[in-house]
């Protein structure tokens, strides 16, 4: 099964405006893609890294359903360190993705976040972004002890 194939397992569709796969988890399987920035219709796909792993997709959920997009965007206004992280990559996202002029997940606001998945996809993704990281290292564990793609 080529690497579409299981993304499309994994999401239960078919995924939109799919380009690679950034990075497998421990089982060799995809947990991060890349999308393109329009999808095959011509629509924006604001979304450059999205998480496709499941693992991954629910503990980032249990993350922002226990108030984390509010309390790590509260971080990166309070905490110097990761407010530059935060705008350093924004502007990275820009230059990767020019011609749709937003930050990671789509944002437009500058200072707040939309959606943990994407910042974490996105410390995953292009290693050294430090809120993104820490955002990672919240989780109870990176990968399941057995892999979770059937």
Do not use: N
Not at 18 to 37: D, H, M, N, S, Y
Not at 44 to 55: G, I, K, L, M
Not at 121 to 127: D, E, K, N, T
Request: charged share 25%; net charge negative; with cysteine.
């Amino acid at each position: 099964m080529d690497d579409q194939a299981i993304v499309a397992q994994q999401l239960g569709r078919r995924p939109r405006a799919f380009v690679r796969v950034a990075v497998r988890c421990p089982f060799g399987k995809p947990a991060v893609t890349e999308q393109a920035a329009y999808d095959e219709d011509g629509r924006p796909f604001p979304t450059q890294f999205y998480v496709t792993c499941s693992y991954l997709v629910a503990a980032i959920s249990r993350l922002e359903a226990g108030g984390g997009v509010e309390r790590w965007s509260r971080a990166a206004e309070d905490d110097a360190v990761l407010a530059q992280s935060l705008a350093d990559a924004q502007a990275e996202q820009r230059r990767l993705r020019p011609e749709l002029d937003a930050g990671i997940g789509g944002t437009t606001r500058s200072g707040s976040l939309k959606c943990l998945h994407a910042h974490a996809a996105f410390a995953l993704a292009r290693p050294g972004y430090e809120l993104g990281e820490r955002i990672v290292a919240e989780l109870p564990a990176l990968w399941p002890d057995s892999c979770c793609t059937p």
